[in-house]
């Protein structure tokens, strides 16, 4: 069984075939990074218009390169869900018209649920049941993931995703749209302890998240500084920390919650290796392992979509039998697309 995926629910444009027998057997990307740079972030009629002009041209690329022809291909999986209904739109109607001239099945996928799966697209792949920390630039949660489409939150961010106080802050230290991985980088040079942000949602129980006020801590830390090298690199290094201190004492939480034997990190912010060495820790001390994609596949590729897509054809879990979109879509709702 072979699929192709198509993701475009944000600022990526991705396709990728995966085989159920073979793996994944191609996947490329077009990111529209630098032309949103110039705003500050994603401008989502520009981002529509330009998934329109880079997907024909990737989903022959994808076939060539995975030796496919539509004949090969069992299915076509699309994100349906969420991200933004224009972008969204432009992969539905996409995946709608491959499905229809080449007589085959359309599955829309919950981005979601492509994030989850994507370690499943490593070698030494987590096996069900695994807790999974989903840490995206739109969301964050904490996940109960008992088998394909068994998806329990039990903990998300009341406000802020983690990527966007990662990016939300970046934008204060002057760097560019997406800052997540350059903030990252500037820590790096950092002095631990320089700066000590609060670590939200620590003295309350329960496995939400809050991070909007990591960011207003940011600014007021900077107001009235003058913003040098060093001091930029110890306020990233703060944030870092913060952030970094409230998902792993979460996740130590949920493993305890839930006595889980496997932690998955997935979405953007899992590319960041502070936060994977930390994890590190905490799933050894609870006799969990560690899961996790390669960076490329923590943030949006077109990989876990195939994958995704692969594996509900292959369990006969198909969509509801029209092609759409939702902006706005729960995990683990019902319902489908
Ligand atoms: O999963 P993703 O590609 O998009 C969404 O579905 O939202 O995640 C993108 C987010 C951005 O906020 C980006 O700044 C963040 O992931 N990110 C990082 C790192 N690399 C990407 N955040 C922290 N450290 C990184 N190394
Ligand atoms: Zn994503």
Redesign the pocket.
């Known amino acids: 069984m072979r699929v192709i995926g198509i993701e475009s629910?944000?600022d990526?444009t991705a396709v990728a075939v995966f085989d159920a027998e073979q793996g994944l057997l191609s996947h490329r990307l077009y990111s529209q990074i630098a032309m949103h740079q110039a705003y500050g972030g994603v401008v989502p009629e520009l981002a529509s218009r330009d998934h329109v002009k880079r997907l024909l041209p990737l989903v022959r690329e994808a076939l060539a390169d995975a030796r496919s022809d539509r004949q090969s291909i069992d299915g076509i999986a699309y994100t349906a869900g969420p991200g933004l209904i224009g972008a969204l739109l432009v992969g539905a109607g996409f995946a709608a018209s491959l499905g229809l001239a080449w007589g085959k099945p359309v599955l829309g996928i919950h981005?979601l649920e492509g994030?989850l799966l994507a370690p499943l697209l490593e070698p030494n792949p987590p096996d069900f049941p695994f807790l999974a920390l989903l840490?995206?630039?739109?969301?964050t949660q904490l996940v109960d993931v008992a088998g394909l489409g068994e998806y329990r939150v039990l903990g998300e961010t009341l406000d802020d995703?983690?990527?966007?106080a990662?990016?939300k802050t970046?934008k204060l230290l002057g760097l560019p749209y997406?800052?997540?991985?350059a903030?990252?980088q500037l820590a790096e040079a950092g002095r631990s302890g320089a700066y000590v942000f609060p670590r939200p949602m620590l003295d309350r129980p329960g496995l939400n998240f809050s991070f909007s006020g990591l960011k207003t801590a940011a600014l007021v830390a900077l107001r009235g500084r003058v913003l040098d090298e060093a001091t930029r690199a110890d306020v990233a290094r703060g944030f870092q920390e913060a952030v970094i201190d409230t998902l792993a004492e979460k996740c130590r939480r949920a493993l305890a919650a839930t006595g889980q034997r496997r932690l998955v990190i997935a979405?953007?912010?899992g590319?960041?290796?502070r936060?994977r060495e930390r994890l590190a820790v905490v799933a050894q001390s609870a006799g969990a392992t560690l899961y996790f994609p390669r960076t490329e596949f923590?943030?949006?590729n077109g990989a876990m979509i195939a994958l995704a897509g692969c594996m509900r054809l292959a369990r006969g879990m198909q969509s509801a039998g029209f092609v759409g979109a939702r902006a706005n879509w729960e995990l683990g709702q019902s319902g489908g697309v």
């Open positions: 629910s944000c990526e981005h994030h840490v995206s630039g739109g969301h995703a983690a990527g966007e990662f990016d970046a997406p800052g997540g991985a903030l990252s979405g953007g912010v590319a960041n290796r936060l923590c943030t949006d």
